[in-house]
């Protein structure tokens, strides 16, 4: 199905910012004279910050800014609100969209100005309050505290969503367990048309954070083929943030030699984000796939034809050679 363009902004917008919240540079948006930027506020809580991250006790209420600047050249409304953040199956950061309930860390966020109304180069504080529950679970919670600007696309009857925000993330006190669970692990292999070249396996599968701490971790895959032969290994390949509770799709290409039949073995080393978080123990799992390369049987049994074709060819010739030879031995008698 082919996303609609209010989805494609959308998505685009939101994961564009939440997703590069982590560099220390504020997030901005522009759309033709429409542009906005937003950063974290110097203050008590830290200055230059490319997010909001803070360590709390359960019941703790913590207090900050967010700065939103119009950088454009025509007048903002913009909405404000806080929503549960989450890891995108595509790996990505992004924040529940307005009006879809929250459940976790986004509950706890106040915003009081829901709306925002700035002239162009104009800038507001918005202030907002976090509220720990004396009963949250020990470990990372994560939310949003997010900008909307909706607007009607004038070449359809769609309207268009652009977010802008910052992440917020939170480590309650407690024991911290971090763990992963690999899922719906498939493999399939594509030939090359090249009988000399390899051909490609895909694997795919979903990885699950179902600790209490955000993850990461390498990952790597080694293959064989028949009796153990044309072994190959990835090198490792670091695993995207995950936050707990959200659920990645993954899918690795790598060239692989076969003679019909590839196993292997996906390998995923897991580890908790941030001091204290701990190591999690290996995750691993075995697929085995035929694996026909097509192109270099098609070529090997060209060669056989051919060379049975050769030799069928030269054995007719020696035969009618053969034949000839008694009647010219008669006549010379």
């Known amino acids: 199905m082919t996303a609609s363009p209010s989805l494609r902004v959308l998505a685009l917008a939101g994961t564009l910012v939440l997703g590069l919240s982590t560099l220390p540079l504020p997030a ?24 909001f991250s803070y ?10 800014t967010m700065v939103v600047v119009n950088t454009g050249t025509e007048p903002l409304p913009l909405a404000v609100y806080a929503a549960d953040a989450f890891t995108a199956p595509s790996g990505e950061i992004d924040v529940l969209v307005d009006g879809a309930p929250s459940l976790g860390a986004g509950t706890w966020v106040a915003v009081p100005p829901t709306a925002l109304q700035l002239a162009p180069g104009e800038s507001a504080d918005v202030a907002f309050t976090i509220s720990v ?5 020990p470990g990372d919670h994560a939310a949003g505290i ?3 600007l909706t607007s009607q696309d004038a070449s359809s009857t769609l309207s268009v969503d652009r977010r802008l925000g910052t992440r917020i993330n939170l480590r309650v006190a407690g024991e911290l367990t971090p763990a992963a669970a690999v899922t719906g692990v498939t493999a399939s292999y594509e030939g090359s048309w090249n009988p ?28 064989s083929g028949l009796a153990g032969v044309l072994s190959t290994t990835t090198p490792p390949t670091q695993v995207t943030e995950i936050i707990p509770a959200s659920t990645i799709d993954m899918e690795r290409e790598m060239p692989a030699f076969s003679l019909g039949w590839i196993t292997g073995t996906l390998t995923i080393a897991p580890a908790g984000v941030g001091l204290g978080a701990g190591a999690v123990s290996e995750v691993v799992t075995d697929f ?13 049994a060209l060669v056989a034809g051919a060379a049975v074709a050769i030799a069928l060819v030269v054995r ?18």
């Open 288 to 300: 085995a796939i035929p694996a026909v390369p097509w192109s270099l049987y098609g070529l090997i």
């Open 28 to 51: 901005a948006a522009a759309d033709g004279g429409v542009a906005w930027s937003v950063q974290t506020a110097d203050n008590a809580n830290g200055t230059g910050r490319a997010n």
């Open 146 to 148: 997010v900008t909307s």
């Open 196 to 223: 000399f070249d390899s051909g490609r396996l895909i694997v795919r599968y979903s990885l699950e954070n179902t600790g209490n701490t955000r993850l990461t971790g390498l990952e790597m895959v080694t293959t």
């Open 133 to 137: 529950p004396a009963d949250a679970r």
């Open 316 to 333: 007719r010739s020696m035969r009618r050679r053969d034949a000839g030879r008694p009647a010219a031995d008669a006549q010379a008698v």
């Open 55 to 64: 360590d709390v006790e359960p019941g703790a209420v913590v207090t900050d």
